[in-house]
């Protein structure tokens, strides 16, 4: 291997990008592209492409990728410099219009071959609320606009006061085209944009191969925002602001991803005739299930990715999202926040994180707040692994795990919101967590698939009855209003088709335990669970009691949690491994004779103030 890594390392090349090159030039350091694209079109596996600071407004679109782990192309900004990649382009030439209105007049040959304000948000699953959005999007230095349903809007906006930013939806702009051009209005309240820096999306994606199994590519470092990207049902190809196309081994790692129209980062399905024909039905994603097998949906040739270390925000779809193409991948260490804040449009298909077949994913160690659905495995979560992830302020839910049979573990995580889990699926192990909000549990008639362990291939379809579900070490705090559909605490399982495994959880403030439950703690203690943000820090607030210790419970280990039903399979390591969960959520040590309750490993009793992020 090491023979293997030095002559990558002796036979690559280093390729230059600046704002001061040309792409006349050779590409190096003395001599650098002026264009990223420049720089991709003759990289080779192996080659690396630095790029220098400044803002470059293109699309990068890949031609060809690395041909292994040790022999990629990396893209990567050079050290300590900033580079913003921009899918926009400054607009002036803005006239008043009335009042605070302006309007500028823009040739459609200035688009090129694509037109953000022709084209129509639109797909399966997705709902455009009685009127039409655009791909397209204008920003006041920085800060995007929203986009009003009729002209009568922008003359006079009202104040969406339900929303993350009520003073903000008053900036309202409109768009029509003819023939010849486009027309865009915008309120811009008393700011002159021909003064101010005023942009508007231009490009599909900043990050984006047009051909599926451009393989190993690394991107690391930029700051990427204002794409006109398409909403990006499961069933269709999956275009996000950085997307991997129906690829395989990227790591997509230390960038800022923002203002994206609908997605940041995609893990997708690549784009076939069969694109938004699903009739938004389970029966039509099974058949884009079935092509995507035909069409090489295996471990040897997709997935495998590596996202993290990302800061991803401002999206109105999803933070990071995949459709079969991010199996076997890792999500870690990403701040991901204000996702869906508009809310002028929803669908089916929006969350902090969201992913279809997650299988063997790893989602874990990241920061999801301030959006509707917190992180969302939908179909074919089977061996997936969601921990040590921080959650809070979602309006919808933290996590939802949908029609997965299972096996799937849930560990280590904070789930703070209103609504800390809904479960529509079976065959979960949900261990160490502490669920600050209520659960729901619904059963699903649909039939979705299981598959062998660890592979795509299916085994069958059946329906989800609900339960079969592990709950072991726990805490639960009964902190908000329950209704008939969502209660706190394991109680709300009591009714459920599949036999339940119950043991060692802690329930307080009003929070019911399981009936049947072998050995638990019920308290009226309330734990004063609160989050509070530093900076860039965020500490979790909680009160440890005594009432915490007065349960036996037992290391968590694929011995003890058996076999899920449907499947017949082993809770167990993406790399087939057997599990031990002998770690808290901040790394620390467990008891392995009698772990504490909840994600931390605490000995002292009393208020603490733990940092989490």
């Not at 992913?355 to 301030?370: G, Y």
């Not at 003890?560 to 499947?567: D, E, F, R, S, V």
């Given at each position: 291997m090491f023979f293997v890594l030095l002559s990558s390392l002796l036979t690559a090349k280093e390729y230059h990008v600046a704002k001061t090159g040309n792409d006349k030039n050779p590409g190096t350091s003395e001599s650098p592209f002026l264009t990223i694209q420049a720089a991709a079109n003759i990289a080779q596996a192996g080659d690396i492409i630095t790029v220098y600071e400044g803002v470059y407004r293109e699309r990068i679109t890949p031609p060809r990728g690395g041909e292994s782990e040790t022999k990629r192309i990396i893209y990567r900004t050079a050290e300590g410099e900033k580079v913003n990649i921009k899918g926009s382009e400054i607009i002036k030439n803005w006239e008043k219009f009335v009042g605070t209105v302006w309007k500028v007049v823009i040739p459609n040959s200035f688009f090129g071959d694509y037109n953000p304000y022709k084209d129509l948000i639109q797909g399966d699953w997705f709902n455009a609320m009685g009127r039409v959005h655009h791909t397209g999007e204008v920003y006041l230095n920085g800060k995007s606009l929203w986009e009003a349903a009729v002209l009568e809007d922008v003359f006079n906006p009202k104040q969406n006061t339900d929303r993350f930013d009520p003073e903000g939806s008053t900036y309202t702009w409109y768009c029509e085209s003819n023939e010849e051009n486009t027309f865009i209005y915008a309120n811009f309240h008393g700011v002159d944009p021909n003064q101010e820096l005023v942009e508007i999306n231009v490009r599909k994606s900043c990050f984006y191969p047009d051909t599926t199994n451009i393989n190993y590519i690394t991107i690391s470092g930029f700051t990427m925002s204002q794409a006109a990207t398409q909403w990006a049902p499961p069933t269709a190809e999956q275009i996000g602001l950085i997307g991997t196309n129906w690829s395989k081994g990227w790591i997509i790692e230390n960038n800022i991803v923002s203002d994206s129209k609908c997605s940041g980062i995609?893990?997708?399905?690549?784009?076939?005739?069969?694109?938004?024909?699903?009739?938004?039905?389970?029966?039509?994603?099974v058949e884009t299930i079935n092509r995507a097998l035909q069409n090489g949906w295996n471990k040897e040739t997709i997935g495998y990715h590596i996202i993290r270390n990302n800061t991803i925000f401002d999206c109105e779809q999803t933070g990071i999202c995949g459709s079969m193409g991010g199996i076997f991948s890792v999500i870690e260490n990403n701040n991901i926040y204000n996702i869906w804040t508009k809310r002028q449009f929803r669908g089916a298909e929006m969350g902090g994180i969201k992913?279809?077949?997650?299988?063997?994913?790893?989602?874990?160690?990241?920061?999801?707040?301030?959006t509707g659905r917190g992180i969302w495995l939908d179909w074919m979560a089977q061996g997936a692994i969601v921990s040590g992830n921080l959650l809070y302020n979602n309006t919808s839910e933290d996590l939802f795990m949908e029609v997965n049979h299972g096996p799937f573990l849930v560990k280590n995580n904070l789930f703070l919101s209103e609504l800390s889990l809904r479960d529509w699926s079976q065959g979960g192990a949900y261990v160490h967590n502490l669920f600050a909000g209520n659960i729901e549990v619904r059963l699903q008639g649909r039939l979705t698939p299981f598959h062998e362990p660890h592979s795509t291939k299916v085994l069958g379809l059946r329906q989800i009855f609900c339960g079969d579900n592990r709950f072991y070490n726990n805490i639960f705090v009964g902190d908000t209003p329950e209704d008939r559909g969502r209660l706190s605490g394991l109680q709300i399982y009591d009714d459920v088709a599949l036999p339940m495994y119950v043991d060692g959880n802690v329930y307080l403030n009003g929070a019911n335990p399981f009936t049947g439950e072998k050995s638990s703690v019920k308290s009226v203690l309330h734990p004063e669970v609160s989050i509070?943000?530093?900076g860039e820090?965020?500490?979790?607030?909680?009160?440890?009691?005594?009432?915490?210790?007065?349960?036996?419970?037992?290391?968590?280990?694929?011995?003890?949690?058996?076999?899920?039903?449907?499947?017949?399979?082993?809770?167990?390591?993406?790399?087939?491994?057997?599990?031990?969960i002998d770690e808290d959520y901040l790394g620390n040590k467990r008891d392995k004779n009698n772990p504490m309750a909840g994600p931390f490993e605490v000995k002292e009793n009393g208020i603490r103030k733990i940092k989490v992020w």
């Open positions: 995609t893990l997708g399905k690549y784009g076939d005739q069969w694109d938004n024909t699903s009739e938004n039905s389970a029966e039509g994603y992913i279809h077949a997650s299988i063997d994913m790893v989602v874990k160690n990241n920061r999801v707040v301030n509070s943000e530093q820090n965020v500490f979790l607030n909680i009160l440890f009691h005594n009432s915490f210790r007065k349960i036996k419970t037992q290391l968590i280990t694929t011995e003890l949690l058996g076999k899920a039903k449907i499947p017949g399979q082993n809770y167990k390591n993406p790399d087939g491994s057997s599990l031990k």
